[in-house]
């Protein structure tokens, strides 16, 4: 026999699968969707404000380019960081600034955007060129770097600093956003300059170093195309030397993108446990249906002995009582065979056989007189075993021929 509903419930499972694939993949690709509401200098993003065109452009050029979505709780691997979103929808914490620090001072590059709007991008309205002040890493083949119009950076110094660190509900209206140094400043010098001041600045932090951009909209996809932006973008990412294969790591936690893992994080606590519990009813029911539908297992049984029917029997009775009940069916057959081997009919009265057997067998008259008129109430089990074995003797004796 087929088992019931198969068709369907298969469809059931795959379905729940493919959703389950679904949501998984959701998970992980959900920053590749253009959300253009968040105005961060985000790879995920194709619109003016985004650096998808950088990180493409590597991507192309055999760079090993990764996006980080997750606080920064761990060193990221050696080569370059781009970190524009410091100050913007997830601030970045004490801690991870120490991480960074000490990553920095193994060798590594940090590519900070440190001023202009609050996301660090400007929307280059009133852009300029600027042009490189001294050698450096960053000046090869560069002759013009265009630049927006807004802010600059115009301190000596530079820190890994929080703006995180005082509870949002003591900070004054005044200083929304106090600044806090997690590390002693280390002078900041300039690298490219216009008419309004420094665009480009490089700090040294041990065996490497931060460059700090006024503003991320020079390698934004608004900005990278023009002049040598792209340019001085390749001269940054090659600051050790010029060689394929190095890792570039995109921040996108601070972006915001990483507090959305998927489908699932727009579904509250208690609607997640019922889904669970919905889903193993599902199991349940497939189970169940599975059993009862099922094709029918027959129990294998072996040979079995008439004695051990007997037995059963007999302790049967004997447990319900039932000596009376034995002793009227043993009776019953007893006279059965007994009018038989006389030559009566098997329902003749006992007046009958006792007649026929006293003129044919009258030495077995008395006997028979016995057997067939017993008093129930002297009757137990041994009587009844006992009375038993002489009917038989005698069914026996009078089958004998004479």
């Given at each position: 026999?087929?088992?019931?509903?198969?068709?369907?419930?298969?469809?059931?499972?795959?379905?729940?699968?493919?959703?389950?694939?679904?949501?998984v993949y959701a998970g992980k690709r959900s920053g590749d969707t253009d959300l253009g509401v968040m105005p961060t200098p985000s790879s995920y993003s194709s619109r003016?404000?985004?650096?998808?065109g950088l990180y493409d452009t590597l991507d192309k050029l055999n760079y090993h380019v990764r996006r980080n979505i997750q606080p920064i709780t761990s060193q990221p691997s050696s080569g370059v960081f781009f970190l524009l979103s410091a100050n913007s929808m997830v601030p970045v914490s004490n801690q991870e600034w120490l991480t960074l620090k000490r990553w920095v001072e193994k060798g590594n590059l940090l590519i900070v955007a440190e001023t202009g709007t609050d996301w660090g991008y400007d929307d280059g309205a009133k852009d300029s060129k600027s042009q490189p002040v001294c050698p450096s890493f960053l000046a090869p083949d560069v002759k013009a770097f265009r630049v927006s119009g807004k802010g600059r950076v115009d301190k000596k110094s530079w820190a890994f600093q929080s703006n995180d660190s005082t509870p949002?509900?003591?900070?004054?209206?005044a200083s929304a956003h106090?600044?806090?140094?997690?590390?002693?400043?280390?002078?900041?010098?300039?690298?490219?300059?216009?008419?309004?001041?420094?665009?480009?600045?490089?700090s040294r932090w041990g065996k490497g170093g931060v460059v700090v951009l006024h503003s991320a909209w020079p390698i934004s996809n608004d900005g990278i195309g023009k002049d040598d932006n792209l340019i001085l973008a390749l001269n940054a990412v090659n600051y050790r030397q010029d060689?394929?294969?190095i890792t570039v790591t995109f921040d996108e936690y601070h972006n915001g993108y990483g507090r959305a893992p998927g489908i699932t994080s727009l579904i509250g606590g208690p609607a997640k446990i019922g889904l669970m519990q919905l889903f193993?009813?599902?199991?349940?029911?497939?189970?169940?249906?599975?059993?009862?539908?099922?094709?029918?297992?027959?129990?294998?049984?072996?040979?079995?002995?008439?004695?051990?029917?007997?037995?059963?029997?007999?302790?049967?009775?004997?447990?319900?009582?039932?000596?009376?009940?034995?002793n009227t069916e043993l009776?019953?057959?007893?006279?059965?065979?007994?009018?038989g081997s006389l030559g009566l009919p098997?329902?003749?009265?006992?007046?009958?056989?006792?007649?026929?057997?006293?003129?044919?067998?009258?030495?077995?008259?008395?006997?028979?007189?016995?057997?067939?008129?017993?008093?129930?109430?002297?009757?137990?089990d041994n009587t009844l075993m006992a009375l038993t074995i002489r009917r038989n003797h005698l069914r026996k004796e009078l089958i004998k021929p004479r």
């Open positions: 026999m087929k088992i019931r509903f198969s068709q369907d419930i298969w469809v059931i499972l795959v379905l729940l699968a493919l959703l389950t694939i679904f949501s003016p404000n985004g650096i998808k949002l509900p003591l900070r004054r209206a106090p600044k806090v140094q997690v590390v002693k400043a280390r002078p900041l010098v300039p690298l490219l300059r216009d008419a309004k001041g420094t665009t480009a600045a490089f060689y394929e294969g193993m009813a599902f199991i349940l029911l497939v189970l169940a249906v599975s059993r009862r539908f099922g094709r029918p297992v027959y129990l294998s049984e072996g040979a079995r002995q008439r004695s051990e029917y007997l037995s059963s029997m007999s302790s049967l009775l004997r447990k319900a009582h039932a000596v009376k009940v034995v009776e019953r057959k007893f006279l059965q065979d007994v009018a098997v329902n003749a009265d006992r007046e009958a056989i006792l007649e026929v057997c006293t003129r044919r067998r009258p030495d077995k008259a008395s006997e028979l007189r016995q057997l067939i008129f017993v008093s129930d109430d002297r009757l137990d």
